[in-house]
């Protein structure tokens, strides 16, 4: 883990729990845990979602001279778990898509994030039974965190 993927783990997960509902969609908000915290195997609750937040590899490029500044490209993995129907997983899926879209100007961020993109979205149900997965993947950049 990088310098930056603590704080943007914990951006990620403040920015989807303050976000959620805001629209009115009713849309069941999800269990939001970082993958070091979610250490139960075998026991679920399949009447609510989760979505593990994980870190991913951090980009760093240096600039100025000497190297003295950094431009850090934190990547969170946000690894979407439902247990109940395929309209609902779709509904989390498509909710957390559109909060993620709606921060991509992050000037107002207290940790100094200039911008929050999406990078990657797979789909993952077709190796599991009884139970659908998503993973996307974001990526933010800060100067110097």
């Given at each position: 883990?990088?310098?930056?993927?603590?704080?943007?783990?914990?951006?990620?997960?403040?920015?989807?729990?303050?976000?959620?509902?805001?629209?009115?969609?009713?849309?069941?908000?999800?269990?939001?845990?970082k993958?070091?915290?979610?250490?139960?195997?075998?026991?679920?609750?399949?009447?609510?979602?989760?979505?593990v937040?994980?870190p991913?590899?951090?980009?760093?490029?240096?600039?100025?001279?000497?190297?003295?500044?950094?431009?850090?490209?934190p990547?969170?993995?946000?690894?979407?778990?439902?247990?109940?129907?395929?309209?609902?997983?779709?509904?989390?899926?498509?909710?957390?898509?559109?909060?993620?879209?709606?921060?991509?100007?992050?000037?107002?961020?207290?940790?100094?994030?200039?911008?929050?993109?999406?990078?990657?979205?797979?789909?993952?149900?077709?190796n599991?039974?009884?139970?659908?997965?998503?993973?996307?993947?974001?990526?933010?950049?800060?100067?110097?965190?």
């Open positions: 883990m990088g310098v930056g993927s603590f704080d943007a783990i914990d951006d990620i997960i403040a920015i989807l729990t303050a976000e959620w509902n805001t629209n009115d969609d009713d849309v069941p908000q999800p269990k939001f845990t993958n070091w915290e979610e250490k139960t195997i075998g026991i679920i609750d399949d009447t609510q979602d989760i979505v937040v994980t991913g590899a951090e980009k760093i490029d240096y600039f100025s001279l000497y190297g003295r500044d950094h431009l850090h490209y990547v969170v993995i946000l690894d979407i778990r439902g247990y109940g129907t395929e309209e609902r997983h779709r509904a989390v899926i498509d909710r957390v898509d559109a909060i993620i879209k709606e921060q991509v100007r992050r000037e107002n961020s207290s940790n100094g994030y200039t911008d929050l993109r999406l990078t990657s979205s797979r789909n993952l149900s077709h599991y039974r009884n139970m659908f997965r998503h993973v996307m993947e974001a990526t933010y950049r800060v100067l110097n965190p």
